[in-house]
């Protein structure tokens, strides 16, 4: 009798594995949070540190138009103006963007409304490869092809935030494409077929119709390029020029907040000054994805509500 | 304006437009393609680079980048595993889900040069592993992570309940139901998401420069201690990858034929790439036959 009543009171070996299972799944994915508060926590500690220890000046560092953090200017403060990384990295990402958005909406529209046998065929799995090119082969492209071109052009070094913008817009144009495709084709069949029945033709379907209601997820798309395009590091760094001035025209150099970094964080000595104000921009660079983030949340749940 | 000419107008326009896409695609692959393949030899694909003359090759960085891929699928699939299980499988729809459900989105979404810093910052130089295959082995799991657990989880959201409610009528516990059931159903498509996050993994370079290192030490192919300075399977060794090697020879490298060695090494890159989007379809595919009755 006990030990009947001890077998079916005791905990079972399925019950045991359960519980096992259960918290080793759940480990990984606390671990997973765990990565990113300390990714937030690091960075903001050492970012911060720059305002809190060398007592740098949050709106000088931001509106600082010279960065030469070795050197210090006419009133003993150290010249650390982030402005032209903060403005090239803003003006490349936009530009990029704005060229890349009726390039990628046309194509996708192409691959789903007009011919989407071809589209499927050809376009869907080289696209899909362009997806997975590594971002330094984008960049070394920029600098044997586009370099020169922009230097042929315009004359100058060929380096500068023209050659930055088209390399970009190169290496988002994959990604924003294949992302609208699928909003496209997500859209439910009998909306064209019901803008047909009433006489719309192809393009006053597409235009009035199919574009407007793929609209929330177009914009997550580009948001999403844009997003990529501000936080890619070397191909950009490859290109730009990497002279951390105001840029003064489009064909002049420039840097971005991920070219000073890549090229600083090495030539810095940790905790020093100089290489807290590094810490700073990787800082703003994790705040700007978190922005993005943000506006694709708030798109999504607009999207929704209609 | 009429309906009809504005709707052959715009189609001529997306026309034009879907053409010149295709033409700077293809234009791009047949670029990289064109440049880089006539630079592809035996010898340049077995011999170490060389610093200051022509000539020279990319044995280790191709060696470093498939053992830093090899090392970095070892951590991170366990963990995706992991965590894409419990998601799907026993997470509640509360707050403490949505707060995670967040971070991986937000951990997706970071810039791959913030993950290398964090990478560079906590176990470069705090856990003191130095530049080593090992932290980039751990930069890189970080980057691959979020969008690993994302593929694992749809991966097993698209096993229909039914196999679920199969498993409980069998009474099967939840945790054998997922082991048993679950898992080898959703695993050609999880097999898929590690070979295509693989491309990514083995093309990435910022989260690598300072975390993997950018030198490429000579290696001894016939010493296989993993404990031995020049071995190549040690993980406490700096490890240049094909990717940063790119980026390197390029931005600061004085070799002579720097265009050549980072044309050709361009392509081994695009054709990995390539061959692991084929092979992702393909083993994915074949998978889903051995392990079903599909024909």
Redesign the interface.
Same mark, same amino acid.
Do not use: C, D, H, M
């Given at each position: 009798m006990d030990q009947i009543r001890e077998s079916l009171l005791k905990t079972s070996i399925a019950t045991k594995r359960e519980r096992f299972g259960r918290s080793i799944t759940m480990a990984a994915l606390i671990l997973i949070a765990v990565i990113v508060i300390s990714i937030f926590y690091f960075i903001a500690s050492k970012g911060l540190s720059t305002f809190f220890v060398d007592k740098i000046n949050v709106w000088d560092f931001l509106s600082g138009k010279t960065w030469n953090p070795s050197s210090t200017d006419a009133h003993g403060k150290p010249e650390v103006g982030a402005l032209p990384m903060i403005v090239g990295s803003f003006l490349i990402t936009v530009l990029s963007a704005i060229i890349a958005t009726p390039f990628a909406i046309g194509t996708a529209v192409f691959m789903t409304e007009i011919s989407p046998k071809n589209g499927s065929r050809i376009l869907q799995p080289v696209i899909e490869l362009l997806v997975g090119i590594p971002s330094v082969v984008y960049g070394f492209i920029g600098l044997t092809v586009i370099v020169p071109l922009q230097r042929h052009i315009f004359g100058g070094s060929g380096f500068g935030v023209l050659a930055g913008t088209v390399v970009l817009f190169v290496m988002i144009l994959p990604t924003v494409t294949s992302m609208t495709v699928d909003t496209l084709r997500s859209v439910p069949h009998y909306y064209r077929e019901s803008a047909l029945a009433i006489g719309a033709t192809r393009w006053q379907a597409i235009y009035k119709v199919i574009l407007r209601a793929a609209t929330p997820g177009i914009l997550t798309a580009i948001v999403f390029g844009m997003a990529r395009a501000f936080g890619e590091a070397l191909a950009v760094q490859m290109v730009v020029g990497n002279a951390p001035i105001l840029p003064a025209n489009l064909t002049s150099p420039a840097a971005t907040l991920t070219s000073i970094l890549t090229q600083g964080i090495g030539n810095t000595v940790m905790g020093s000054m100089q290489n807290d104000v590094l810490w700073t921009l990787a800082l703003i660079l994790l705040l700007m994805s978190l922005v993005f983030n943000i506006i694709i949340r708030l798109i999504g749940k607009k999207g929704e509500l209609k | 304006m009429n309906?009809?000419v504005?709707?052959k107008i715009? !189609?001529a326009?997306?026309?034009l437009? $879907?053409g010149?896409? #295709?033409l700077?695609?293809?234009g791009?692959?047949g670029?990289?393609l064109f440049?880089g393949v006539p630079h592809l030899s035996w010898h340049f694909l077995t011999s170490p680079s060389l610093a200051f003359q022509a000539g020279g090759g990319i044995a280790f960085q191709l060696f470093n980048s498939i053992y830093l891929l090899f090392i970095t699928m070892l951590i991170s699939f %366990?963990?995706?595993?992991?965590?894409g299980?419990?998601?799907n499988?026993?997470?509640k729809q509360n707050i403490f889900t949505t +707060? #995670?459900r967040t971070? +991986?989105?937000?951990?997706s979404?970071? %810039?791959?040069?913030?993950?290398g810093?964090?990478g560079?910052?906590?176990i470069v130089?705090k856990l003191k592993l130095g530049f080593s295959i090992l932290s980039g082995a751990i930069a890189l799991t970080?980057f691959n992570? %979020?969008l690993l !657990?994302r593929s694992v989880e749809g991966s097993l959201k698209s096993i229909p309940d039914l196999q679920r409610e199969a498993g409980a009528a069998l009474g099967?516990?939840?945790?054998?139901t997922?082991?048993h059931v679950i898992f080898p159903a959703a695993l050609p498509s999880i097999v898929t998401g590690v070979v295509?996050s693989a491309?990514?993994v083995?093309?990435?370079?910022?989260a690598l420069?300072?975390t993997a290192g950018?030198s490429a030490p000579a290696l001894n192919f016939s010493d296989w201690n993993p404990f031995d300075a020049a071995s190549p399977l040690n993980l406490m060794r700096p490890a240049e990858t094909l $990717?940063?090697h +790119?980026?390197k020879i390029?931005?600061e490298g004085i070799q002579p034929d720097a265009?050549q060695v980072?044309?050709g090494a361009?392509a081994v890159?695009?054709i990995a790439?390539?061959i692991?989007?084929i092979s992702a379809r393909w083993i994915g595919k074949v998978l889903y036959k051995r392990l079903t009755s599909a024909r």
């Open positions: - | 309906a009809k504005s709707n715009a !189609t326009i997306l026309y437009i $879907a010149l896409v #295709i700077l695609l293809a791009l692959l670029f990289i440049n %366990p963990i995706a595993l992991g965590a299980i419990y998601l499988e026993y997470a +707060i #995670i971070a +991986i989105e937000i951990l979404s970071l %810039p791959s040069v913030v993950v810093l964090f560079f910052l906590l130089v970080i992570l %979020p !657990t099967l516990s939840k945790w054998e997922v082991i295509l491309g990514r083995f093309g990435e370079a910022a420069i300072y950018q $990717a940063v +790119i980026w390029n931005s265009a980072s044309a361009s890159l695009i790439v390539l692991f989007n």
